[in-house]
């Protein structure tokens, strides 16, 4: 038995929707019992998983307020999580009004290719080391920074050898370092290689009360055009090949050290490179460099830029949005003392 969708009717919700996220040309889709039995369990999951990735309140929070509100009420599809093996944009906002849709595509900008997997093999290892408390020189504060890359590409047991050579040198030579910046050649013998040499780099700074260590990761070398090469290859396509009224992509800043300002002008850099950029409509960044720390709570900033100027931005703090900068002008819509913290 085969049955025959017409989506331009509607006569199955899901199957409609899926078929314009596979762009399909046709206007008439033929599903078989299996075919459909797969996309209800598909829409259930889809369903229950709404929530599952980190970026999810993000893109629902900025739709919320996007275009003066507009966006509120649409339904939100996410043809990613439906489709695991072909390339699909993160989330599809339906307006209920008109019918209008809003594709929108979320990355996070690196500052340097391979970050989320180099901080991942740093924060299991070196943050350790801070652990220990014996570490601490009253009255001084003791940044220690390893070198971007140091433990990949490095063999679980080498890797030991090498955060305790670190550890170890820190509390001989801690009481001794120079207040300012300084560098440390540190070399360490892993067993069937040659010695490692690893340059430490230190800055030390006067603390009031019982001190404090941070080992922190220093960035050498400057890849940040490889960075963007490699998110606009992954993520432009799925935009211009998403059938949408608009198309949105979220660029998430995470870093103090990228600023929006380098951020597009790189990606503007690449234009000739990338000439489907001009069927993205809008570029916006997404501020979560404090968010989720005592410092900044749940604080977000959405920013849209046009050159060296703000020409829109949303902010939020616990979920509600308390200013909005739109068309040229400024709106405080809540009370940051209003908002529960």
């Known amino acids: 038995m085969r049955t025959t969708v017409d989506p331009s009717r509607g006569a199955c919700d899901f199957p409609e929707r899926y078929a314009i996220l596979s762009r399909r040309p046709s206007t008439e889709l033929e599903w078989n019992d299996t075919t ?73 900008v690196e500052p340097f290719v391979g970050e989320k997997q180099d901080f991942a093999f740093f924060k299991a290892a070196f943050l350790k080391i801070e652990e220990d408390k014996s570490l601490a020189v009253p009255g001084r504060w003791i ?57 430490l780099h230190v800055e030390v700074v006067p603390l009031a009360g019982p001190g404090d260590l941070h080992v922190r990761r220093l960035q050498a070398e400057n890849d940040f055009e490889d960075v963007i090469e490699s998110s606009l290859s992954r993520k432009v396509p799925k935009l211009v090949n998403t059938v949408a009224d608009k198309r949105i992509l979220l660029l998430e800043r995470q870093h103090m050290n990228l600023t929006p300002r380098h951020i597009l002008q790189e990606i503007e850099r690449r234009r000739p490179s990338f000439p489907d950029l001009a069927r993205v409509d809008e570029i916006w960044i997404v501020e979560t460099i404090f968010y989720g720390t ?48």
């Not at 040198?169 to 300084?182: E, F, K, T, Y």
């Not at 931005?313 to 529960?340: C, H, Q, Y």
Request: include cysteine; charge should be negative.
């Open 36 to 108: 459909l039995a797969e996309c209800d369990l598909r829409w259930q999951a889809q369903s229950m998983s709404m929530s599952n990735t980190r970026e999810d309140p993000f893109i629902k929070l900025f739709i919320s307020a996007y275009e003066r509100g507009s966006w509120a009420d649409a339904k939100l599809l996410k043809p990613d999580a439906i489709d695991r093996t072909n390339p699909a944009v993160d989330q599809i906002a339906t307006r209920e009004s008109d019918g209008k849709t809003l594709a929108i595509e979320h990355t996070i």
């Open 143 to 199: 940044r220690v920074f390893v070198p971007v890359g140091l433990l990949r590409q490095v063999k679980p047991a080498e890797r030991v050898v090498i955060v305790d050579a670190v550890h170890s040198w820190i509390q001989a030579n801690r009481l001794v370092l120079p207040d300012g910046s300084s560098e440390h050649r540190l070399s360490m013998a892993i067993k069937g290689q040659k010695a490692c040499d690893v340059t």
């Open 294 to 341: 005592p410092f900044g709570g749940t604080y977000l900033r959405f920013e849209l830029h046009h050159g060296n100027e703000i020409v829109g931005s949303f902010d939020f703090k616990g979920g509600t949005l308390i200013m909005k900068f739109e068309d040229g002008v400024a709106e405080v819509v809540r009370r940051v003392n209003e908002v529960p913290a």
